[in-house]
């Protein structure tokens, strides 16, 4: 079946830890993103990237990197420097045409991050 | 100024009735899209509708519909016949323009809807 694994359901960070938040598709859609949702909150978009090797800061960009080496891979990493990184994550993917597309997003189960 | 608002936090409604959830809107775009998303106590964000402002009929998925208002800038999602599998947050979101954008949207706080038996 088609969809976006996300990996682990559940991740505990030390302090002072880079933690490493896995997203995977099989919708062959070139665009994918991530967002970090806290309790009583939308979506705050963290990083996307439309295309592989390239990739945009969101609105809450500090203290997260991304890489997009392969089309089906868009790895979040929660550095140290995030300091409430406390959150639920979210990836999500799509396609990327213009002309008032739908341009839906699918999403990921998420990942729920905790400070030990 | 929030560019999606959902003002009610959370709404209860009886199984087998109608329920509507509120979304405002504010754009200067001419061409945008409305989504819809229920989020499960699971987490995962499902897809449920979507309207284009240029579509002239109001968006319909099975049991769910989108009571689009333009010149409101209301897209309130009515939930037909509620089931307790339907008891979720729902969200409302938009994205803007068609030109060089990123078609990136943006997201409402969320309604938790509550079904009762």
């Known amino acids: 079946d088609g969809g976006i694994t996300q990996s682990p359901k559940y991740l505990f960070r030390k302090e002072g830890q880079n933690v490493t938040l896995s997203c995977e598709q099989n919708?062959?859609?070139?665009?994918m993103y991530w967002y970090r949702q806290d309790p009583g909150q939308g979506l705050r978009l963290i990083y996307y990237s439309q295309i592989v090797n390239d990739f945009q800061k969101g609105d809450i960009a500090e203290g997260y990197s991304v890489s997009r080496e392969k089309k089906e891979s868009f790895p979040l990493t929660v550095t140290s420097a995030q300091k409430n990184p406390t959150a639920f994550y979210l990836c999500?993917?799509?396609?990327?045409?213009?002309?008032?597309?739908?341009?839906?997003?699918?999403f990921g189960a998420g990942t729920r991050l905790s400070v030990l | 100024a929030q560019k999606i608002t959902q003002t009610q936090p959370g709404m209860f409604v009886q199984e087998k009735e109608a329920v509507t959830l509120d979304c405002t809107y504010d754009t200067s775009d001419q061409s945008y899209g409305l989504f819809w998303y229920k989020q499960p106590s699971s987490g995962e964000m499902i897809f449920l509708i979507y309207?284009?402002?240029?579509?002239?009929q109001n968006a319909t998925e099975g049991r769910y519909s989108l009571n689009f208002q333009k010149a409101r800038k209301s897209a309130n999602l009515v939930i037909s016949a509620s089931q307790l599998g339907d008891s979720a947050m729902y969200f409302c979101a938009m994205r803007e323009g068609i030109s060089g954008g990123s078609y990136i949207p943006t997201f409402g706080r969320g309604t938790s809807l509550i079904v009762h038996p």
């Open positions: 919708l062959n859609h070139d665009a």
């Open positions: 999500a993917s799509s396609i990327v045409r213009s002309g008032g597309a739908k341009n839906i997003q699918y």
């Open positions: 309207q284009g402002s240029y579509d002239e």
